[in-house]
């Protein structure tokens, strides 16, 4: 990790698994990091936890309920009345498998928090993300984006709902979104630099609505999952490494992508649909009513 001193970063879910060791990581190396929890308690316990690390930064506890589009809003609005640089925006947190629930806007929850919710984020913060020089935006995919498809006519699961397939979908949601946001940045001759992560196979609180059985056929099928710290190194290569490159995914380098050290991953044809991410984005604006860049 290189010194990120004078560096600002916002990482979604960091009182937790993969959002918790970047948080770590990035605190450590000096940035000012901005802890964004879905309660004030979790926030301050997260504060309190890091704080006992032997950190270089500064930390900053926030509260962001992503399923509310109105409290990204509060957010966003306060956030940039008293900020004036945001280098790194980690879209990390989400949700799993949960049973049948929806977003306060109606929406099918995991397709509203995990994608809804950072698409509005970032669109709020895009401003300051584009007027902060080597600025980059970070959203976390999962290898179960292959083989899924938005499906258009079920977004508030008026159809059917299945958890896992609206994970799934959920997160070709945000790698399609991370790829066309890159598109439109350098169609705009922005400086920003959007990319994706696949973290891998993780012991992480995203298994908790998932049954002992399933977890063990999980690592039956997988192989032993990884501590959260080894899923949060690809997210922090995303982040910092000047290899890295707008538009591209990366995540672990072994195992067909569930294990190993960072490195640059190969991207479905299901999430390089350009008139799929066209379509997702207008619905995305319509929903959110943030259009960017």
């Not at 049973?99 to 929850?109: C, H, V």
């Not at 999980?218 to 982040?239: C, D, H, K, N, T």
């Amino acid at each position: 990790m290189p010194s990120l001193t004078g560096k600002t970063a916002i990482v979604t879910g960091a009182n937790t698994g993969l959002g918790f060791e970047t948080a770590l990581a990035l605190y450590q190396a000096g940035a000012h990091v901005v802890l964004v929890c879905r309660s004030h308690q979790k926030a301050v316990a997260t504060l309190a936890r890091l704080q006992k690390q032997s950190g270089a930064g500064t930390l900053e506890p926030a509260v962001l309920d992503l399923s509310n589009l109105s409290t990204i809003n509060q957010f966003a609005d306060a956030w940039l009345q008293t900020h004036d640089q945001l280098h790194l925006l980690i879209n990390n947190a989400g949700v799993a498998t949960p049973p049948a629930a929806k977003t306060a806007e109606g929406y099918e929850l995991q397709f509203g928090v995990n994608f809804l919710g950072h698409f509005a984020l970032t669109g709020r913060l895009y401003s300051l993300l584009r007027a902060t020089t080597g600025s980059r935006i970070v959203t976390l995919s999962s290898n179960g984006y292959q083989g899924a498809r938005i499906a258009f006519d079920n977004l508030k699961s008026e159809v059917s709902y299945d958890p896992l397939r609206e994970y799934r979908q959920s997160k070709l949601a945000n790698l399609l979104f991370s790829v066309e946001l890159d598109r439109r940045i350098r169609e705009k001759g922005d400086a920003v630099v959007s990319v994706a992560v696949q973290p891998g196979a993780n012991k992480t609180e995203l298994t908790r609505h998932l049954s002992a059985e399933d977890v063990a056929i999980g690592v039956q099928r997988l192989g032993e999952f990884m501590e959260p710290w080894q899923g949060a190194l690809s997210i922090l290569y995303a982040a910092v490494s000047p290899a890295v490159s707008g538009g591209h995914l990366y995540g672990p380098d072994q195992e067909g992508g569930f294990r190993g050290y960072p490195g640059e991953a190969v991207i479905a044809p299901n999430a390089l649909d350009e008139a799929v991410a066209r379509q997702l984005w207008q619905v995305a604006e319509q929903i959110t009513g943030v259009p960017f860049p």
